[in-house]
């Protein structure tokens, strides 16, 4: 063969296969002719211009008569057999549209990209501290870590702040009707949005004379605060605005796209930004206190590692400088990515699995129903293949109906999703970042289309292929003359079986991670947090003004109020306290025993520290052990006193009793040792997952600093809903003083409630997803069993006739239904353990192989899918031998 | 049985109308066919391989030509040839294009030269 003709036989491998069977051997044979007829060169080359260009026309309109007849086919025979499309493609709409709603939050959280520009290189630096987790630093840690580190483009520190807007005639704030708002704000030093790499879409971003002590009084707004009390008005740039009782000049408007993760996520809420304006000669700079968080943007070509190297190599100079303000520090980056991001990974990640296994489930199952249905066209494929029609030609239809179905199943599912998506939004809990921003996008969309077609493919091949390999391997003659006597034979059962075999080990899978989910989820609620939450509201307040700036004001301020809401209807205890247990908030001081010191007072073990007033113990329910508590008599004046709880107690002291002893908490100036007078119950204080930390409660009068915010704690009796107060709770807090905004108004079951929102939320998707899995594991078994019952009716009336007891009979298709089921239970355990590490941070109180759940479990899976083949077993038993044999 | 009415086949397109005009005076294989065309044409309709096959499997499909078993001389024969011939579905369609072209020039006369 001549290199022309090679070529031309590659040039027809553009054209479709069925039309080069048909036309090859001519359309070769007239090419050599035109070969001989073209002369020289230049023939030649306008003969192969010419028959290039007519290949390439009409390759594209063979390929689509070829699809166009294919669908029309495909069309003409799902519409005869209408149930089985229905129920095919609505299978597949729900495994597609939940697939696609879990990959919109998946792609919306995880994937998206951040809204910093290089944000690989943006990382957040916490204080590795020898005795405690990672956490915040101080500034003067902070100051030397930016005059001494040289990989980083920038570094910037961040402070909370709460700031009580008050109305201004000069400015728009308080068109929203509202004269005075309290919104989240954070402090930052003046690189903090250049170390993100965003600038203001109006106005200017800080500068560096901006961050000073003496003029820090400016803020830049988020885009939604701008909107909302500002009317969007660009004129408020440069106008005077009243925080907290001074006067703030804004500077601009941060963009709208800007979804500040970084303060969103370390300040939920925030919405307001203002200069951090400290120096290292300001009390708030203690080289012990550490309440900043500080991020970091690493320099090009420098490595995480180099980077962390660094600050590590910071921190040490600092400790040796400073002994006894450090206790062998390190850095520890993050890169922000895996800081807010990371914690919703697992979860994510779990449903995402759950819902792609949900999905081969429903690919098993409509492969299944697809094979029953292809041992009907055993005969229709017989004829065509003697007919001529080549089996990549039938393959190319198969799949093609298969196509149809997909398409149809995931344009369906696609509508699901978007609903599906909107539904996960709006009751997805806050700790999934970024969740309000999750759309069904171009991305999402693609992956609903790649996934039907991919999904069309698996489950479309197995009965293909069974098709072609049975009509294939015989003689067309011989299928057509046995045609109505085939099908259910060994080959295709075991086709059947090995699908719900995957079925059953996969929704065992499921069941057992939902089972642990569950269990885990009951331990938690058994967890004795250690108070009463019940009838519990919780009224936080933080006074802003000048009036309050003294410890003596405020705690006049706050026996008021706790006075005038004891008198509210209904109401048995009204406790404050600065600082709630299980509310995430963190108030850590050192504890040093009288006559035990540290040489190194960092290394004093640190206890949550909350300072109360009022009935505290009374309206938490939190039970004195030992000892007294506080009375009206300890206030300021009167020697200090403490009460600490039951760990603390037996930890620090566990060969003698510690009341009478002394402690100082915290240390420094006017901070006294205190007397420990009681003991009381522990509480849960950082989740009820977490161990009992260190505890310890002084009065708030006898504290050595004054704290502005405290929370109300208000007790009703039983069967009364808190709630039902808040409205007279405001009423009491605007009597005493109209210009102090609450902060949040809420139950304390409510805060308990939105602990548990992320594992409820995984819990009941993955339940859900459990439960629709085990569903279609049944439904298979149950059609696959049923159609061989129905195929052997023959044989089944011939053992009969022979003298077969029904019995046996039963037995025989319940043994035949249940050998795939326990080979896919077994199959299910296996994965289930493997997998099972996958999930350990979200188990309580269970261990991943938990033998109870494990149990449950498999109890559950075996009596299903026993019921589900006694069915077909029972309509087995009961063929007449007379009626079948006679058909 | 009702009339064949060959009016949903027009206009046919410029190949399959040289192809049935090339079939209309016997039977030909396919490359005899391209020959017929260009002949006739001075070259000005070329139907290559692809296009000519493409054409005559469509015209097959709709009956309108159909393949023959008989062959020429073994001695002329070529055994990868397929040869065609029009059918009579074919042949009416084909006079019914001829008919409706010879209107049209008719029409375009008048316009062109004031006269038929």
Redesign the interface.
């Known amino acids: 063969m001549s290199l022309n003709d090679r070529f031309f036989r590659a040039l027809m491998k553009l054209?479709p296969a069925e039309?080069r069977a048909?036309?090859g051997?001519?359309?070769?044979?007239?090419?050599r002719?035109?070969q001989r007829e073209a002369a020289g060169v230049t023939g030649m080359m306008r003969l192969w211009v010419?028959?290039l260009?007519?290949?390439i026309?009409?390759?594209p309109?063979?390929h689509l008569d070829i699809l166009s007849r294919d669908l029309s086919y495909a069309i003409r025979m799902l519409a005869r057999r209408p149930a089985l499309a229905l129920a095919t493609a609505m299978t597949l709409a729900l495994g597609i549209g939940a697939n696609t709603a879990i990959f919109s939050v998946v792609n919306g959280v995880l994937l998206s990209p951040l809204p910093y520009p290089d944000a690989d290189r943006l990382v957040t630096i916490q204080e590795d501290q020898s005795d405690d987790e990672p956490g915040t630093t101080g500034f003067y840690s902070f100051d030397a870590l930016r005059s001494q580190q040289q990989s980083f483009d920038r570094l910037a520190a961040l402070s909370g702040w709460s700031a009580v807007l008050r109305a201004d005639p000069s400015t728009s704030f308080g068109a929203g009707g509202q004269d005075t708002e309290r919104v989240n704000g954070v402090r930052v030093t003046w690189e903090y949005f250049r170390t993100l790499g965003v600038t203001p879409a109006l106005g200017r971003d800080f500068e560096a004379g901006d961050d000073h002590p003496d003029h820090r009084r400016i803020v830049l707004l988020s885009d939604g605060l701008w909107r909302r009390r500002f009317n969007a008005d660009p004129g408020v740039i440069g106008k005077p605005i009243s925080i907290n009782s001074a006067t703030y000049t804004i500077a601009g408007v941060m963009p709208r796209s800007l979804n500040e993760l970084v303060s969103g996520r370390l300040m939920p809420g925030s919405e307001i930004w203002t200069p951090l304006g400290y120096t290292t000669a300001l009390p708030p700079s203690c080289r012990s206190c550490r309440h900043i968080q500080v991020i970091g943007r690493v320099r090009d070509g420098v490595t995480m590692e180099q980077a962390q190297a660094d600050a590590t190599r910071v921190y040490q100079s600092l400790a040796q400088q400073f002994p006894t303000d450090y206790a062998s520090p390190a850095a520890v980056l993050t890169p922000i990515r895996d800081r807010f991001l990371g914690p919703a990974r697992p979860v994510l990640l779990l449903l995402w699995a759950a819902v792609g296994l949900l999905l081969l489930m429903a690919c098993a199952n409509i492969a299944n129903l697809l094979l029953i249905r292809a041992s009907e066209r055993e005969e229709e494929v017989a004829i065509r293949r003697a007919l001529g029609v080549s089996p990549s030609r039938l393959l190319r239809q198969f799949l093609t109906e298969s196509m149809v179905l997909a398409v149809m199943g995931g344009a369906v599912g696609t509508v699901l999703a978007v609903w599906a998506t909107r539904l996960l939004v709006a009751n997805g809990p806050d700790e999934i970042p970024r969740l309000q921003e999750v759309s069904v996008s171009g991305r999402v969309l693609l992956y609903a289309i790649v996934s039907s077609v991919v999904t069309g493919v698996i489950f479309g091949m197995a009965p293909a292929r069974m098709l072609l390999s049975r009509a294939g391997g015989r003689e067309a003659a011989a299928v057509l003359a046995h045609a109505t006597r085939t099908t259910a034979g060994p080959a295709a059962w075991r086709h059947r079986a090995a699908l719900v075999g995957i079925n059953v080990a996969l929704s065992t899978v499921l069941l057992i991670g939902s089972g642990l989910l569950i269990r885990s989820f009951v331990m938690l609620l058994k967890v004795d947090p250690g108070f009463d939450p019940h009838g519990v509201l919780t009224m936080e307040v933080e006074l802003s003004g000048g009036q309050y700036a003294e410890l003596p004001q405020i705690a006049s301020f706050y026996d008021r109020l706790a006075a005038s809401l004891a008198a509210l209807p209904g109401v048995t205890a009204v406790g404050v306290s600065t600082n709630l247990p299980l509310t995430g908030s963190i108030d850590q001081w050192g504890i040093t025993i009288e006559g035990r010191p540290h040489a190194n007072p960092e290394e004093a073990p640190e206890a949550d520290r909350y300072g109360v007033e009022a009935d505290y113990f009374a309206a938490m329910q939190v039970p004195l052990l030992r000892g007294r508590l506080f009375t009206a008599a300890d206030g300021p004046g009167a020697p200090p006193v403490v009460v600490i709880g039951k760990t603390t107690a037996e930890r620090l002291w566990p060969d003698e009793d510690p009341i009478g002893r002394r402690i100082t908490l915290a240390g420094g100036p006017n901070n006294p040792p205190r007397t420990i007078v009681g003991i009381v119950g522990d509480v849960r204080h950082n989740g009820l997952h977490l161990p009992v930390s260190y505890q310890a409660y002084m009065p708030q009068s006898q504290s050595p600093w004054p704290q502005s915010s405290m929370t109300m704690l208000i007790k009703v009796g039983d069967g009364q809903d808190p709630v039902s107060l808040a409205a007279a709770a405001r009423e009491r807090l605007r009597a005493i003083d109209p210009q102090q905004p609450i902060i949040r108004l809420r139950s304390y079951d409510g805060i308990i409630s939105t602990l548990m929102a992320t594992r409820r939320f995984t819990l009941v998707l993955l339940a859900a997803f459990a439960a629709t899995a085990l569903l279609l594991a049944i439904v298979g078994l149950y059609g696959a069993l049923s159609y061989v019952v129905t195929q052997r009716q023959r044989e089944i009336g011939v053992r009969v006739a022979l003298g077969a007891d029904r019995a046996d009979i039963r037995r025989l298709v319940i043994v035949q239904g249940l050998r795939p089921v326990a080979i896919g239970i077994a199959v299910g355990v296996v994965i289930a353990a493997a997998a099972g590490q996958l999930i350990a941070t979200l188990l309580y109180g269970v261990t991943a192989t938990d033998a109870m759940t494990y149990g449950v479990t498999l109890t559950a899976v075996a009596l299903s899918a026993t019921l589900a083949c006694w069915l077909p077993a029972r309509k087995a038993a009961m063929v007449e031998p007379a009626v079948t044999l006679r058909a | 049985m009702a009339l064949f009415d060959p009016k949903p086949y027009l206009p046919l397109s410029p190949a399959l109308w040289e192809i049935l005009v090339a079939l209309a005076d016997g039977d030909k294989?396919?490359?005899a066919i391209?020959k017929d065309v260009a002949r006739r044409t001075n070259g000005d309709v070329?139907l290559?391989?692809?296009?000519?096959?493409?054409v005559?499997?469509r015209a097959l499909e709709d009956g309108l030509i159909e393949e023959t078993r008989e062959r020429p001389d073994p001695a002329l024969d070529?055994e990868?040839?397929?040869y065609y011939r029009l059918s009579d579905r074919g042949r009416k369609v084909a006079v019914a294009e001829s008919e409706r072209l010879a209107a049209t020039l008719k029409q375009a006369r008048v316009k062109l030269f004031g006269r038929s």
């Open positions: 054209l039309f048909d036309y051997r001519e359309m070769e044979s007239q090419f002719a035109e010419a028959t260009g007519d290949v026309r009409t390759a309109a063979e | 294989h396919g490359y391209g070329t290559r391989a692809t296009t000519l096959y493409s005559l499997k070529d990868r040839r397929r």
